[in-house]
Every structure is written in structure tokens, then in C-alpha cells.
T-cell receptor, first 111, second 113 residues
């Protein structure tokens, strides 16, 4: 049973470009969570999705960020017109009950 | 809202020393409590958890007890190893939504031989 799979592991984007981060939850999990970890900080919740629905986006920045979890395929976190402050590690987690299983993260660097 | 406060690091210990990393929390209701470990360049791994007051979570020699009266969940290990060097995160979640967690800022542990 594969764990939570995220890709790419590392992503470099120039300012103004778009970044797309992918997350495939554990087999059988239909709840996906995205977190952002800034350098030297803990993880901050961004958004919670179930298949085809956004359940809680209280941690998402109001502009440039969006997330989806289609019926087929991975969950996508999309960041438009990236800025240097978007440089961080983005983690995806999936859950079907107690506790969450995390992917290895995507480290986004904006140059 | 929910919050988690962790002992500030970094913490440096010699091999076989006793480890305590303090964690206190603020939450409404009865949250579940977790410790996660993050090795360099890796994601988070669940280390242990406790879902109700007085529960003790344990794994790989680490322990933490859910203390509702002091709103604490301190992480302990009797004898650390070099391989325990990592960042440790305390976290809580509502019992009804395990995946949405509030994390502390992490404590970096370095164990020297």
C-alpha cells in the first residue's frame, strides 16, 4: 500500500510563473489536506478537500492560490504568479479517521 | 482558536541522555494529540498519538501522556540515539477531523555520539 505520493519533490519557478503541486492520497483515502511549511516554522493548514469538494479553505491565501481534488486523479494545489514569499515546503496529508499520513512534500523555490 | 506551544530549540544532547520536549496546547473540546518527527529533507512521520485524557502514546522508546489538567503532552525518551536527531512537532486535531491539525513550530534535536 503506497503512502501519500507528492510530485514533484522539488520545483523551481521564476517570479510570475505558475506552480502546480500534485498529491495522490493513500489508497482508499478520500480526504486530502494541504499544508505549508515556511523555513524554520511549523506546518500551517491551508485547505481540506474531499473528492470534487472543498470542505475547508480557511487557511488559503485569498488570491493566487487554488486547490482541487477531481473525481479521477490527484489533488492539485495551484499557485499563480508566484512570488518569492511563496518559497516553502508544501505537504499533503490524507486521512480516513484518526491521524493523518503525510507525503514527503514539494519544496518550491521561487527565483 | 486552537494553538500549540512547543519548547524552543534547538536541543543538543549526548547519546543515551534523557530527552524531554515540552508541549502545551489550547483547544476547545477534547482534541486528539500527536507527535510527528521530520528527518532532514523528508516529510512528517507520525511518532505517537493519544486521543483522550490520561492516554499514553508510545513508539520507538518515545512516550507522551495526555494531561488534560495541565493541557500538556510532553515528549520523553529515556536514552536517545544519534539516529533520533530530527525535528519534532507537537500537534492537535479535533476528534472529528483528524487530518486538520494545528502544529507547534517544531523542536530540533541533535544527538551527539
Amino acid at each position: 500500500n503506497a503512502g501519500v505520493m507528492q510530485n514533484p519533490r522539488h520545483l523551481v519557478r521564476r517570479r510570475g510563473q505558475e506552480a502546480r503541486l500534485r498529491c495522490s492520497p493513500m489508497k482508499g483515502h478520500s480526504h486530502v489536506y494541504w499544508y505549508r511549511q515556511l523555513p524554520e516554522e511549523g506546518l500551517k493548514f491551508m485547505v481540506y478537500l474531499q473528492k470534487e469538494n472543498i470542505i475547508d479553505e480557511s487557511g488559503m491565501p485569498k488570491e493566487r492560490f487554488s486547490a482541487e481534488f477531481p473525481k479521477e486523479g490527484p489533488s492539485i494545489l495551484r499557485i499563480q504568479q508566484v512570488v518569492r514569499g511563496d518559497s516553502a515546503a508544501y505537504f499533503c496529508a490524507s486521512s480516513e479517521g484518526q491521524g493523518a499520513f503525510f507525503g514527503q512534500g514539494t519544496r518550491l523555490t521561487v527565483v | 482558536g486552537n494553538s500549540v506551544t512547543q519548547m524552543e530549540g534547538p536541543v543538543t544532547l549526548s547519546e543515551e541522555a534523557f530527552l524531554t520536549i515540552n508541549c502545551t496546547y489550547t483547544a476547545t473540546g477534547y482534541p486528539s494529540l500527536f507527535w510527528y518527527v521530520q528527518y532532514p529533507g523528508e516529510g512528517l512521520q507520525l511518532l505517537l498519538k493519544a486521543t483522550k485524557a490520561d492516554d499514553k502514546g508510545s513508539n520507538k522508546g518515545f512516550e507522551a501522556t495526555y494531561r488534560k489538567e495541565t493541557t500538556s503532552f510532553h515528549l520523553e525518551k529515556g536514552s536517545v540515539q544519534v539516529s533520533d536527531s530530527a525535528v519534532y512537532f507537537c500537534a492537535l486535531s479535533d476528534a472529528t477531523n483528524a487530518g486538520k491539525s494545528t502544529f507547534g513550530d517544531g523542536t530540533t534535536l541533535t544527538v551527539k555520539p
